[in-house]
């Protein structure tokens, strides 16, 4: 009786073949070999963010840097405690990094700095505050402020 097959070593062979070529793809996904497939976002925020008290209104600065390798939009910014945060205006830090702001919403790309302003309700001076920053890829970053009187 005739028995058809592979020849065991041409199975063994064909295996390791399709596990290289399947730990190459995973591999090359991890790493970011693929485009942005492994590319992330990570935002990094100064203590030198504040509500700013004057006069003519309350302001939340946050300075923030994008240090990942995917850019990040920011579309939502909460203040805990504060009827609402609007993103009214974006100053850059750093020029080569770029960052802007279109319909609302701030986008940084990697290495991009700036100090992002938004208008605010009313605050209390000496008061710490819970910020919370959506981005459209999902992360929620949380940071806490100081409430304090603008000066000048």
């Known amino acids: 009786m005739l028995r058809r097959g592979i020849e065991p070593i041409i199975a063994v062979v064909i295996l390791v073949a399709v596990t290289l070529v399947i730990a190459i793809g995973v591999i090359g996904w991890i790493m970011g070999w693929w485009g942005t497939f492994g590319a992330t976002e990570s935002i990094q925020f100064f ?3 504040n509500i700013a008290i004057a006069a003519t209104g309350t302001n939340l600065y946050l300075h923030a840097k994008n ?3 995917a850019s990040a939009i920011i579309y939502k910014i909460e203040v805990l405690g504060i009827d609402s945060a609007t993103i009214s205006t974006v100053i850059n830090v750093n020029p080569t990094g ?5 319909d609302g919403e701030v986008t940084m790309a990697p ?3 700036a100090t992002i302003v938004c ?3 009313n605050a209390v001076a000496g008061a710490k505050y819970q910020v919370k920053i959506y981005t459209r890829a999902g ?3 949380s940071v806490t402020v100081e409430a304090r009187l603008a000066s000048g």
Not at 98 to 102: G, R
């Open 119 to 121: 208008s605010l309700g």
């Open 67 to 69: 240090t990942g390798s």
């Open 139 to 141: 992360n929620v970053y």
């Open 98 to 102: 770029s960052v802007s702001i279109s």
């Open 47 to 49: 203590p030198d963010s």
């Open 111 to 113: 290495g991009g700095e």
